[in-house]
């Protein structure tokens, strides 16, 4: 009977990898071999630590008073207080009643309020460039910066990105700022002692201490990015867009949220690691208004509990490449639907969104080294990053006017879209990309992956037939969207 099992294993293995002919020229070891040193790896030490200063604990009591102080004098000029504020319209409250309208009209418009928000930011270069959240600024009409010695700049925006949840400012002023330098976020380890500071629930700058509780988290519903370093120092509401400073004073992260039923800390913070951070300042840097990843033409999933037993892994990890885009950067490298992604440059790959995390960094154009699993052999592929816009294809359509689509963008389907919108690499037509805040298109329910089917009895097939749609200015407005698999029907007079 053990005999029998061990061959449904191996078959139930072949079937979740699949089976493939090996590449030509690919360098190739057993699997089992792989898997163990793999295993090893995320169970203890990671990889790519060569050279690594070792960490020490206290050697004695006076040891263990050792301020934090001098990181703190150090750090602190550089974090600063995000005041966002916007004008939001209030409904009328008579606004759609049959009754009220039938006697008196549409009634009064609705009145004009100023919202404002406060979180935290970083200064990351002395010319004022400053790091927060998106979710910080998101949709503020005017945004000043408050410095940790009281002074006030205005400031502007240089590029925003929703799936990232990072803003990058520009301070209104000339003058050179205390900027903060940047760590290796990739060096952290569970157990490293870290600060964070910021500015929660608006009571002023405050500094709160504790240690790297986990790295590489994924599925913790903040946003499209899986790669946040988790830590207990406390961090509140108002720490969003903060520092999260390791021993040596720089820079390891960007606070961004927390779990929490009270709304205070429990001890559960999560940062974006600020070798992502720099990725995205170096794109506005660049002139980008948004961050762009790199085109791979793949799709990938993780592995479930089921394939790992079935490879005779201790836990589930990796990426299982689902499709590639024929004559894309990954099929040109030898990737194949079936292979099992295990490290990419040396580091391991826990998750598709820890391989997203390490392909976002890497760079366009960066021939990067994929570690792969197909046929029970180890294979090293060699794959070059490709542009993530297409220059042979049309440009965005940002709609305005009076229509029910009007405050949104949409663009467009190819594959190099359809992977940074994370939609099925195959798909093709229009998809909406971005929505405006309080815009006709957020208030009828239009959201960002949407794919428009029809706009009164019209097919889309690109942005030019949604153009040619909305130029006919009808009467009234019918239009079909496919969100999640599901067909929606929208009816705007």
């Known amino acids: 009977m053990r005999r029998y099992r061990w061959a449904g294993l191996i078959v139930l293995a072949i079937a979740a990898i699949g089976i493939m002919l090996p590449v030509s020229g690919a360098q190739e070891q057993p699997a089992t071999d792989r898997l163990r040193g793999v295993i090893s790896e995320i169970l203890g030490k990671s990889g790519n630590r060569a050279n690594e200063p070792q960490r020490v604990v206290p050697p004695s009591r006076p040891a263990l008073q050792y301020s934090y102080a001098p990181l703190v004098k150090l750090a602190a000029p550089a974090v600063v207080n995000v005041y966002a504020e916007r004008m939001v319209r209030t409904r009328s409250p008579f606004a759609g009643d049959p009754f009220f309208e039938r006697f008196f009209g549409q009634g009064p418009p609705g009145r004009s309020q100023r919202q404002s928000s406060l979180g935290s930011g970083v200064i990351v270069d002395a010319s004022g460039i400053v790091v927060t959240n998106n979710h910080v600024i998101d949709g503020a009409d005017e945004i000043r910066i408050a410095l940790a010695d009281g002074r006030e700049y205005p400031s502007r925006v240089l590029l925003k990105d929703k799936r990232v949840d990072l803003a990058v400012l520009k301070i209104d002023n000339s003058e050179p700022f205390t900027a903060i330098d940047y760590s290796d976020s990739d060096r952290l380890e569970v157990g490293d002692v870290l600060l964070a500071i910021g500015n929660p629930f608006g009571v002023g700058q405050t500094v709160t201490s504790g240690i790297v509780s986990a790295l590489a988290r994924n599925g913790v519903g903040i946003s499209d990015f899986g790669f946040f370093i988790q830590t207990d120092a406390a961090i509140n509401p108002g720490n969003s867009g903060g520092a999260l400073i390791d021993m040596n004073g720089r820079l390891v992260g960007i606070n961004t949220a927390i779990f929490s039923r009270s709304g205070g800390s429990n001890g559960i913070g999560f940062a974006i690691p600020a070798n992502m951070v720099r990725a995205v300042v170096d794109a506005a840097r660049s002139g980008e208004d948004e961050f762009l990843r790199p085109f791979i033409g793949a799709s990938f999933v993780p592995v479930t509990a089921d394939m790992a037993e079935a490879l005779g892994m201790e836990r589930a990890f990796g990426a299982i490449v689902t499709d590639v885009v024929r004559e894309g950067p990954a099929h040109k490298g030898g990737l194949r639907v079936g292979d099992l992604v295990i490290s990419l440059d040396g580091w391991t790959v826990q998750h598709p969104d820890a391989l997203g995390y390490r392909l976002a960094t890497s760079g366009v154009g960066k ?53 940074q919108l994370r939609l099925p690499l195959n798909i093709r037509g229009v998809v909406v990309k971005e929505v405006e805040r309080g815009s006709p298109a957020n208030r009828y329910g239009l959201r960002p992956r949407d794919i428009l089917v029809e706009i009164n009895g019209e097919t889309m097939r690109q942005a030019s037939d949604v153009a040619a749609a909305i130029a006919q200015d009808p009467a009234f407005w019918q239009f079909e969207i496919t969100r999640n698999g599901r067909r929606l029907r929208q009816v705007v007079r």
């Not at 297409?390 to 359509?397: F, K, N, S, T």
């Open 367 to 419: 021939v990067i080294e994929l570690e792969v699993i197909s046929r029970s052999t180890v294979r090293r592929l060699k794959v070059r990053l490709g542009e993530p816009r297409d220059p042979q294809r049309p440009g965005e359509l940002r709609i305005t006017g009076e229509n029910p689509f009007a405050g949104s963008v949409v663009v467009d389907i190819d594959p190099r879209i359809a992977e």
